[in-house]
């Protein structure tokens, strides 16, 4: 297929919505997409800056102090020691990873890419792109015996939903039997909030305790646009077994494929400062904090969302049934249609708005319950 053959855009269904929230007296309150509000962090703004002498072009590899950079991350942050720069590099953020793996790992007609039920519509993309089929499960039983790419999402996007050690061991052995590449989508990994994950690291496919050493088949991707305000950097990386990594390297070079010289020092910047990422999910805790009880008392269900920046919420309705009562509130959110077939009565709930936002549309779902 070619790209002209992809569906229209899906947020343009939701063009109406927009409309009628904005009439609301006090504004629209968006809650629909997960762009982050809050300003990119000094020591990563001024690394930036320092960096504006560009004159030559990046290496695809990225550079030897950035590589570095992540695999301490990685052993620092993730519980994942050991990595070595030959392990890892930078992506364009990682949206571009996510749609175009299938084409850099060469899959084709005939081959299946597995994909959580609750996705973003990206993996989806990636596998029509290059004429694979995508198959939506969340068990690892009855993933297809054509299966050559598996992705993960932990925590998940739009579900927040948090795989424990046991899941992905399990996926990780399964991934194996059918020869398949498992990537893990875990750019929310320094955002868990309930259960296990509130006093401990979401745990990674590249974990010791998952892999037990062995990185064979495995791609652990981040980015840093939500733990660091990174978004219009287009900040990211994917770490993994080493092979791999040097065929993604050699197909993103013929392919152009290289983050710009002053992000790679931006990114550095922001690997290696703990103090901005803790202070970033604290104000996020907080607006969940506000906002959760809010949704709750408003009469949804909240399904999953241990982890994220998402609250992943039902009120027995069709979606497009609580978009528009939530716009006649004031407030935007995601229906459950643009991720996936699976929940069509789900809407997407994100903590990417201000104190005042977040604050102002509790107050709205609190009104509408007295009313």
Not at 149 to 158: C, D, E
Not at 215 to 236: E, H, M
Not at 298 to 326: C, H, K, M, N, V
Request: aromatic share 8%; glycine share 8%; with cysteine.
């Amino acid at each position: 297929m070619s790209v002209h053959d992809l569906a229209d855009y899906p947020w343009d269904a939701v063009a109406p919505y927009t409309a009628r929230a904005r009439q609301h007296p006090g504004g629209m309150v968006d809650l629909s997409i997960g762009s982050p509000v809050d300003p990119t962090p000094g020591v990563v703004a001024e690394a930036l800056r320092r960096a504006t002498d560009a004159h030559a072009y990046p290496q695809t590899v990225g550079t030897p102090a950035l590589r570095e950079a992540i695999a301490a991350w990685y052993g620092r942050r993730r519980g994942v020691p050991g990595l070595t720069p030959s392990q890892v590099i930078p992506t364009v953020g990682s949206k571009e990873l996510v749609a175009l793996l299938p084409l850099l790992l060469g899959l084709g007609t005939g081959d299946t890419v597995v994909h959580p039920r609750a996705a973003y519509p990206s993996y989806e993309v990636g596998a029509r792109l290059v004429g694979a089929q995508a198959f939506a499960s969340d068990d690892p039983d009855e993933w297809p015996t054509t299966t050559r790419l598996v992705w993960l999402n932990t925590p998940g996007n739009p579900d927040g939903r948090v795989l424990d050690v046991a899941e992905l061991r399990h996926a990780v052995e399964r991934a194996r039997e059918l020869g398949a590449v498992l990537a893990s989508d875990e750019c929310y990994a320094e955002l868990g909030w309930e259960g296990p994950w509130a006093d401990a690291p979401v745990p990674s496919i590249l974990d010791p305790r998952v892999a037990s050493g062995d990185l064979t088949g495995l791609l652990s991707v981040y980015s840093l646009s939500k733990q660091s305000n990174l978004a219009g950097y287009r900040a990211a990386f994917v770490a993994g077994e080493a092979d791999l990594i040097e065929r993604l390297v050699t197909t993103r070079k013929h392919l152009g494929l290289m983050v710009p010289g002053p992000v790679q020092a931006a990114m550095i910047a922001a690997l290696e400062d703990d103090a901005h990422v803790e202070h970033q999910r604290e104000l996020y805790r907080a607006r969940r904090d506000i906002l959760k009880p809010a949704v709750e008392a408003a009469g949804f269900r909240i399904d999953r969302s241990e982890g994220g920046l998402y609250l992943w919420a039902t009120a027995g309705e069709d979606a497009w049934e609580s978009l528009a009562r939530l716009a006649d509130l004031g407030i935007l959110a995601g229906p459950g249609h643009f991720y996936g077939s699976h929940f069509p009565q789900h809407v997407r709930f994100s903590l990417t708005a201000t104190d005042e936002r977040i604050a102002e549309a509790a107050r709205r779902l609190a009104a509408s319950v007295d009313a």
